[in-house]
């Protein structure tokens, strides 16, 4: 398919931030007049229709035309491989609910991990599986049921171990050399995937220690809960797509198997279990997913108008503008490169599709100031991956809040280590450049 260029106009973004005034100005106006769930009484997918009214409005094009883009973006394989994994993991999840699985494995991890190591080693976990999975959707889909149900047996947190989870997850998305942004990323800019992961791990290693550290100190005062025998059984289909998801099988493969293998188990545990309850639970699970099943959707297709009508190369155009007039920069070149991947990423609220848009003119941003390619490309990882764990409309915390019952803005509030990664992030850009002045 041929991507048609389109004039840079600051207009286009005008329904992104329609939707955002809707979306978090609602929540954070009922927060101050004490409504509960105050995020909740305007569903997103609601807010996101006038937005898309607008970017319709707003197209130059002929209505039909300007209706056939919106659908091609809803319809876009990064779109409809999130709604599959909602899917899945909405189903797998329910099932392992109601077969028992989800309360034996909570036993099983609270037997083996000592009490005031739970959130620590959650992220371990979730940074093992996110790395070897190569995706983020996948791990929180894995991992957060066996999570919340810790959470809620031991005492700890919902909204901290919510976000213990993003954090483990966005990770090994990050770092792993299967991930797509690792791959979009060292594609675009020329490197080796090595060189890149090289200069990946010496930003995100110092900040995934610290907030081992905030999740060590959150967790140490949670009492030892009871815990009673091991039923293997049923723990048998989460330790199944964990083996799976470290072995790096296709997420939609892992999800499918543990569906089936914790029905199995309700075959074989629960009296009255039928393939008209197999069938039922599945569909129960799809049907908790569907909000953020429909706000990717909407959200797909209002990021394609706004690319169409020029809102994403205004971004570019903007960093570029700024870049020429401080030339042969480095710093100067690491940190447009850093904001411009970052602002793509709001408006697509997809980090892969925010690196393929920005790589472009990332790649030639990092030759004009000599940034080396694996820098360019740790760069755009990075920052895509901050901002997308902090988007309270990206699929990650969405799917997270739909699991956990939370807001997306509670869920992004509590992801300590992408925000940790985007500090020492900018203060790598920084020192860097420091001692390269000093020792000239």
Known sequence: MTRTTSTPTASALLPLGLFLTLFIGTGVYYTFTGVEMAFYQLKAPVAALP????????SKEKLNTTIEHFFKGVGHSDIIAMCMIYLLAGA?????????????TVNLGLSVIPTALILPGLFVVSAFIATSMGTSMGTIGAVAPVALGIAQTAGIDIALTAGVVMSGAMFGDNLSIISDTTIAATRSQGCEMKD???ENVKIAMPAALIAMVIFFFASKSTPVPMT?????????PYITILVLAVAGVNVFVVLSLGILFAGIVGFVELDGFTVATFANTIYQ???????IFLLSMLIGGLG??????GGLAFITEQVSKVMHRHPHHQRGGEAA????????????????????????????????NEVTPRRSASLLDIFSCVVQGLLPYGAQALLLGQLFMLSPMTVVSHSYYCMLLALAAVVAIFIRHQKSARKA
């Open 304 to 309: 394609e108008l706004m690319r169409r009508q």
């Open 285 to 291: 699970g799809f049907s908790s997913m569907q909000e």
């Open 196 to 198: 890149k992961f090289r």
């Open 337 to 368: 490169i850093a904001g411009l991947v970052s602002l793509t990423n709001i408006c697509t609220a997809n980090n892969t599709v925010a690196i393929i848009v920005a790589g472009g003119v990332a790649r030639e941003v990092a030759e004009e």
């Open 92 to 104: 797998f999840s329910t099932m392992a609910v109601v077969t028992g699985g989800a309360n034996a």
């Open 228 to 236: 009673s025998d091991i039923e293997w059984l049923k723990v048998l």
């Open 51 to 58: 937005a898309v009214v607008l970017a319709v409005l707003l």
